[in-house]
């Protein structure tokens, strides 16, 4: 049984330094989980997060912004500064994102977690 306890810990203990950076409590799962994806799949294009996330555009569009350091405009929600967008090389109609260095250092704390 301890053995169960500790993996359910790796899985809370990434979500709590999320939390840490945002305490006012209002940071949806679904946002978090998107900025897992991010690390999962650096460089990785806003298309390619909405069909691994299931969601839909505008919700993926939106958690996106919060995780940036714009935030949600419309919805008076501070960004986090933990990824950026911009254009691909290749195509200015594609849309990438990539973690800040405020980010790396979450996910190499987060990837600290996880090997323990």
Same mark, same amino acid.
């Given at each position: 049984?301890?053995?169960?306890?500790?993996?359910?810990?790796?899985?809370? #203990?990434?979500?709590?330094?999320?939390? %840490?950076?945002?305490?006012?409590?209002? =940071?949806?799962?679904?946002?978090?989980?998107? =900025? #897992?994806?991010?690390?999962?799949?650096?460089?990785?294009?806003?298309?390619?997060?909405?069909?691994?996330? $299931?969601?839909? +555009?505008?919700?993926?569009?939106?958690?996106?912004?919060? =995780?940036?350091?714009?935030?949600?405009?419309?919805?008076?929600?501070?960004?986090?500064? =933990?990824?950026?967008?911009? $254009?691909?090389?290749?195509?200015?109609?594609? %849309?990438?994102?990539?973690?800040?260095? %405020?980010?790396? +250092?979450?996910?190499?704390?987060?990837? %600290?977690?996880?090997?323990?």
């Amino acid at each position: 049984m301890a053995g169960d306890t500790r993996s359910y810990m790796k899985a809370i #203990l990434p979500i709590e330094l999320v939390r %840490k950076i945002d305490p006012s409590d209002s =940071l949806s799962a679904s946002t978090v989980l998107m =900025l #897992l994806y991010v690390m999962q799949y650096p460089d990785s294009t806003i298309k390619k997060l909405e069909q691994v996330t $299931e969601l839909r +555009r505008s919700s993926a569009s939106r958690h996106i912004l919060i =995780l940036t350091e714009r935030g949600d405009r419309a919805r008076a929600r501070p960004g986090l500064g =933990l990824v950026t967008t911009y $254009e691909d090389a290749q195509d200015s109609r594609v %849309k990438r994102v990539k973690l800040t260095a %405020k980010g790396q +250092r979450l996910a190499n704390d987060i990837a %600290k977690i996880m090997e323990t």
